[in-house]
T-cell receptor, first 114, second 115 residues
Framework: SQTIHQWPATLVQPVGSPLSLECTVE??????LYWYRQAAGRGLQLLFY??????ISSEVPQNLSASRPQDRQFILSSKKLLLSDSGFYLC?????????????FGPGTRLTVT | DQQVKQNSPSLSVQEGRISILNCDYT??????FLWYKKYPAEGPTFLIS?????DKNEDGRFTVFLNKSAKHLSLHIVPSQPGDSAVYFC??????????????FGKGTKLSVIP
């Protein structure tokens, strides 16, 4: 069966510090991968998605970036965090097929920027 | 511009009764709709979905209804149980190319089932 891991589970970082969140998927090959953010009192906002190694699509302009160095690894980064980057970050995967609508989420990372 | 709207931020229901969660959308290109359930500090879990070519899909206690002309869908939970207490997100999707679908989420409705 497929499993998705995210770490760290919680993170407290000062403004201006760098960020690196990691997501890995097991039990599937060539998944589509996604990064979402849930800010306080808001829904889930898609940040990035990837359909393959090195292929990243960005949905919103921000000071975050994403990379996919390996097939089942997805990394969310920032060079300098802003207060507005606080939130709950979720990684998700889906089957890369024209009929595969469902996305499956990891446990999330709670980021607090102070 | 919010393309998927869940206008009720919260809902309280007595155990054993029906819970009805509503969702409206504006984008007529959406062709598949999903409901996710989320507990605090956890990732959302997929619950049930419906294709735009159907008007009803059932899975145990959960039924999703789709009214395309009204651009409205609803999730019915019967009977409601205390373990159903969670935030429920409605999501809609359209094909974005290269085998990838993008989900657009509503803001969620917090369901509380009272024992």
């Amino acid at each position: 069966s497929q499993t998705i891991h995210q770490w760290p589970a919680t993170l407290v970082q000062p403004v201006g510090s760098p960020l690196s969140l990691e997501c890995t998927v097991e039990g599937t090959s060539n998944p589509n991968l996604y990064w979402y953010r849930q800010a306080a009192g808001r829904g889930l906002q898609l940040l990035f998605y990837s359909v393959g190694i090195g292929q990243i699509s960005s949905e919103v302009p921000q000071n975050l970036s994403a990379s996919r160095p390996q097939d089942r690894q997805f990394i969310l980064s920032s060079k300098k965090l802003l207060l507005s980057d606080s939130g709950f970050y979720l990684c998700a995967w889906s089957v890369p097929a024209s009929y595969a609508y469902e996305q499956y989420f990891g446990p999330g990372t709670r980021l607090t920027v102070t | 511009d919010q393309q998927v709207k869940q206008n009720s931020p919260s809902l309280s229901v007595q155990e054993g009764r029906i819970s009805i969660l509503n969702c409206d959308y504006t984008n007529s290109m959406f062709d598949y709709f999903l409901w996710y359930k989320k507990y605090p500090a956890e990732g959302p879990t997929f619950l049930i979905s419906i294709s735009s070519i159907k008007d009803k899909n059932e899975d145990g206690r959960f039924t999703v209804f789709l009214n395309k002309s009204a651009k409205h869908l609803s999730l019915h939970i019967v009977p409601s149980q205390p373990g159903d207490s969670a935030v429920y997100f409605c999501a809609a999707t359209a094909y974005s190319g290269a085998g990838s679908y993008q989900l657009t989420f509503g803001k969620g409705t917090k369901l509380s089932v009272i024992p």
